[in-house]
């Protein structure tokens, strides 16, 4: 057993940690207030192979592992939520499912922008009436001639407001439940589609997520992704993956802010010492750094897992769970080291409170990644 | 066009320094290192001029330490080097700048550099040795703390920095070295798919046995982290007494009344 990282890991993780530190770092705080990533960081992130971190370079990506891809999203959000979550959503909700199930000729056509960031992509399955039960799709397809035409909504997509690429799902027959379920890659840019609105939400506020009308909204018949009525494979199958980076996403929320309130613990004086000499404020610092830990090696496992082509559906669920709960654990006690001053927005802890809180909920509550633990247990 | 880069691998500068078990240099242990900052202007100003040449000419990076510095070396590829030379030297940090720079002498001399870049100095050691004496070693012109560097057919002009931020221009002829000062360009981020080019890149392992046969002309004999400075001191007395007692101090501790 072998808990190092490799060399060619340590030097992309010590490459990204810069670029965070120089980039996004000093304007966490701005893309919070203005609820918006600029789109010259987009661009920075996209040149750095951010986009496209574990596709071959023949699809335009950097060709780099599923643990390259965590550390990044990891090491991005310990400076910003926001921005990990584009580049979780992107890679492994879009680019994901049209590497693993598209033809050749849809991983041409459609990878290289994705890889390159000069297409932003998406992943359009939660409806007002399914979230959890993604089996109770309403938006319906229906095939005309060598198009499908597509009607209804989709709700919460991560990405949207950009307007790329997204990876869709419809029935064409609702009482099929998961069985009529197909997915399709969509040009957002095609009309019949609709923006309703982009959530005003409680933290990851730089990142778009986006209500959609869909109305005769037509897809050429070749943007089939996978197989007719194996759709909800294909969804369930990219959320695994998806939740490793979600993981990585928590992981890094909660490293961001363990990092600040180890520090503000040591300059900190009240009753003439450092905080940090409180046992009260010690015993926080220690059960933290525990749950970081352990949510690191859960995650990077399952990614190790993923890159050995071995089953990780189980190490992916409890990864994402384990440390989406560490994420809300970590920042909430960051925030009481900091006293008063952990609620000011200029200590940024706050924001980091606010930013953890959605890596419980989305891609698989923390309840539906419970049921995906006991299932396997059990079967 | 044939160019060299030296490059060290040093701690994380905010790491917290204990003496090792000779008490003449630090304990690694613990300690997170890193591309000493001098050496990142180096790699980006070779690897700027190796893009500017093209095809035909070739950068090579070099460090010399243990295992750990391979690290170093490949951060360098990703940046644009060529390919790398490790000098396998588990004792590196107990050479002194002689014996480093003899190494890299040795190494180079056959090989017909146009121009080596270093960094002026190390962020640990600090010397600024290495960089001169691989120069006076190897016969070539030299300049130091460059701020600004331009080469066109044979010749480097270079901009250096004085005291005062007085600066000054220099030519040399190639064959020639510089040591590169913080500021002299913005070394660039090593890009995900170069980092995973930069993995196809050849490095060269050559064990520091096969190149150093310098003895060290200055041995570094004590390490010692400074004094935790004290609480300060706290005078007592009439105003006349204290002003004598300040003055006694000022003239024992400091130059400002001798
Ligand atoms: C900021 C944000 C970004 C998002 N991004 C995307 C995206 O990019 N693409 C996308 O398709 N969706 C996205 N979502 C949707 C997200 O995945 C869903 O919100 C999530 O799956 C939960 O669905 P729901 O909101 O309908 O809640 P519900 O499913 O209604 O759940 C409500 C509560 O009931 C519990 N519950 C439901 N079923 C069970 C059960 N069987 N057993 C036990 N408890 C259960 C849940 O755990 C939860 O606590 C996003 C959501 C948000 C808020
Ligand atoms: C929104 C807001 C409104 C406020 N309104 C008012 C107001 O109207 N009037 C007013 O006077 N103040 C007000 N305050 C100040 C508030 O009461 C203080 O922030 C609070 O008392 C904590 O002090 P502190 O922020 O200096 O944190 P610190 O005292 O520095 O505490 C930092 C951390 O150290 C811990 N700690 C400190 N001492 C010990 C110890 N001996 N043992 C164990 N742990 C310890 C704390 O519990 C905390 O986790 C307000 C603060 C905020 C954020």
Request: charged residues 25%; negative net charge.
């Amino acid at each position: 057993m072998n808990f190092e990282l490799s060399q060619d890991h340590k030097v992309l993780q010590s490459a990204v940690r810069d670029f965070v530190e120089k980039e996004i770092k000093p304007i966490a705080i701005k893309i919070d207030e203005d609820h918006m990533i600029p789109d010259a960081l987009v661009v920075k992130m996209a040149e750095m192979g951010f986009l496209g971190s574990y596709f071959p370079e023949e699809y335009g990506g950097a060709g780099l592992d599923m643990l390259s891809y965590a550390i990044v999203v990891e090491e991005v959000s310990k400076a910003c939520g926001s921005s990990g979550v584009l580049i979780s959503a992107h890679t492994s909700l879009c680019s994901g499912p049209i590497y693993t199930f598209g033809t050749e000729e849809q991983k041409k056509k459609w990878l290289p922008a994705l890889n390159t960031g000069e297409k932003i992509g998406c992943f359009m399955l939660t409806e007002p009436n399914a979230g959890s039960d993604a089996g109770g799709t309403m938006t319906m397809y229906r095939r005309e001639g060598d198009e499908y035409v597509i009607n209804g909504s989709k709700t919460f997509i991560t990405n949207g407001g950009y307007l790329g690429t997204a990876v869709l799902f419809a029935s064409h027959d609702r009482s099929l439940k998961h069985k009529g379920i197909s997915a399709f890659i969509v040009d957002l840019q095609s009309p019949g589609v609709t923006i309703l609105k982009n959530e005003n939400k409680m933290g990851i506020r730089g990142s778009y997520t986006t209500a959609f009308a869909l109305d005769d909204l037509r897809i050429p018949a070749e943007n089939l992704l996978g197989v007719e009525g194996k759709g909800f494979n294909v969804a369930m199958d990219t959320l695994n993956g998806g939740r490793i980076g979600i993981a990585s996403q928590a992981l890094g929320i909660a490293e961001g802010a363990f990092e600040r309130a180890l520090a503000y613990s040591k300059e900190r004086k009240q009753f003439d010492q450092a905080i940090c000499e409180f046992q009260a404020i010690q015993f926080k610092l220690a059960d933290m750094w525990t749950s970081i830990e352990t949510s690191k090696l859960l995650t990077y496992r399952a990614a190790c897992l993923k890159d050995a082509k071995k089953s990780y559906t189980m190490e992916s669920a409890m990864c994402k769970m384990h440390a989406s709960e560490t994420a809300t654990f970590v920042t909430k006690e960051a925030m009481q080291i900091h006293g008063g001053y952990g609620y000011i927005a200029d200590y940024e802890v706050e924001r980091m409170y606010r930013d953890a809180k959605i890596t419980e909920i989305y891609e698989g509550t923390n309840e539906v990644q419970r049921v995906v633990i006991s299932k396997l247990l059990l079967s | 066009m044939k160019l060299l880069v030296c490059i060290k691998q040093v701690p994380d500068l905010e790491s917290r320094f204990k003496p090792n078990s000779e008490g003449v240099w630090y304990n690694e242990t613990d300690l997170a290192f890193r591309m000493n900052e001098y050496d990142e202007y180096a790699v980006e100003q070779a690897v700027q001029l190796r893009e500017k040449m093209g095809d035909g000419c070739e950068l090579t990076v070099l460090s010399i330490g243990p295992d750990r510095v391979v690290e170093a070396i490949k951060k360098s590829l990703a940046m644009g080097c060529d390919n790398a030379v490790h000098v396998q030297d588990s004792a590196a940090s107990s050479k002194d700048p002689w014996q480093i720079a003899s190494i890299i002498s040795a190494y180079a001399k056959d090989k017909g550099f146009d121009v080596i870049f270093t960094g002026m100095q190390s962020q640990d050691r600090g010397s600024a040795q290495v960089g001169v004496t691989v120069a006076e070693q190897l016969g070539i012109a030299c300049t130091t703390t460059v701020v600004g560097f331009v080469y066109d057919n044979g010749t480097i002009t270079a901009r250096r920095e004085l005291e005062g931020g007085i600066k000054a221009a220099v030519k040399l002829n190639t064959p020639a070295l510089v040591t590169c000062q913080l500021g002299l360009n913005i070394p660039r981020y090593p890009t995900l798919p170069n980092i995973m080019k930069a993995k196809k890149k050849e490095i060269v392992a050559i064990p520091v046995a096969d190149l150093l046969n310098e003895a060290p002309l200055a041995a570094t004999t004590s390490f010692h982290p400074p004094a935790k400075k004290g609480g300060g001191i706290v005078l007592e007395g009439d105003v006349g007494e204290l002003v004598d007692k300040v003055i006694a101090i000022l003239k024992d501790k400091t130059a400002v009344l001798r």
